[in-house]
């Protein structure tokens, strides 16, 4: 994809006007970093600067920190919202490279989170994420599984942070070393702490059971 506007002309003549390409979404978020951080350009240092790996980081860890919000608010709609917000935060941090990915994933499951205690929710996304009626065979199945989907992601707002964390990034799929990697965790107790937290999930899950 291009990053620039092509120049067309015949015998080096400039054209009229030039159409630059529609700016990349890593792009979009290095700019809109710029503007609220104050600075004109990128730069690794500097009070309110952009890092000038942002871009980088943000193709290679992007798909992930989608994947790890995705997972706590059930709609790709507000996953990448939260994906934005956590690009943001990153590229005005001091955060080492080699420490981006399990940073970015822990800062998606944190802000997802707070998305979801806050009521920060987008009730027609939601409902979108979910499935249509009219895509499923018996309506009453749909809004079951919908409920119980509501039910689970409330559950897990209700947890002690560091477990809803740990269960949210081996869910979305980080191995054991990943997930102790990024919540500075030996990697024997990730394991505990993930049963732990899958225990009180269930346990808030019965305590708040519907009533017949």
Do not use: C
């Amino acid at each position: 994809m291009k990053q620039d506007g092509e120049l067309a002309g015949h015998g080096g003549t400039a054209p009229a006007a030039v159409v630059p390409a529609a700016p990349s979404p890593a792009g979009r978020i290095v700019r809109r970093a710029e503007r609220e951080g104050g600075v004109a350009v990128p730069a690794p240092a500097g009070r309110g600067a952009v890092r000038a790996d942002l871009e980088a980081v943000f193709r290679s860890a992007y798909p992930r920190v989608v994947a790890v919000a995705a997972r706590v608010l059930g709609s790709r709609d507000e996953a990448e919202d939260v994906a934005q917000e956590v690009f943001l935060t990153f590229g005005r941090s001091a955060v080492p490279a080699a420490e981006a990915p399990g940073w970015l994933s822990v800062a998606a499951a944190h802000t997802a989170l707070n998305h979801l205690r806050t009521g920060r929710r987008r009730a027609w996304r939601e409902e979108a994420a979910g499935g249509g009626a009219a895509v499923s065979p018996d309506v009453a199945d749909t809004v079951v599984t919908r409920d119980e989907r509501r039910r689970v992601r409330a559950a897990l707002a209700r947890l002690p942070r560091r477990q809803a964390v740990a269960l949210v990034l081996r869910h979305s799929g980080l191995s054991y070393a990943e997930v102790a990697a990024a919540l500075d965790l030996s990697p024997g107790s990730v394991g505990t702490t993930v049963r732990r937290a899958e225990s009180s999930l269930r346990k808030e899950l019965n305590r708040h059971a519907p009533s017949d």
